[in-house]
């Protein structure tokens, strides 16, 4: 049972994290958000959308390496 059980959470985590994120896509879209963050006074904050076109990761792996080439 306790197996079955973290299967069927996991499978509702799954679904449900992936419709928060297709929510928070739309209404970044439709508000013009760049970000939106999960706020907790005193506890983490966390990026639950970001806007793609800010992802900075390919042009800083380039620099990385390019540097490290040298």
Known sequence: LE???ANKE??????FLKKL????SKLG???NYDYVFVYSKGGPT????ANENLNITNYTLKGLN????K
Do not use: T
Request: charged fraction near 30%; charge should be positive; glycine fraction near 4%.
């Open 46 to 49: 966390y990026i639950v959308y």
């Open 3 to 5: 197996g079955s059980f």
């Open 21 to 24: 994120d297709s929510y928070f």
């Open 10 to 15: 996991a499978e509702f985590n799954k679904s």
């Open 66 to 69: 390019s540097q490290y080439k």
């Open 29 to 31: 879209k439709e508000k």
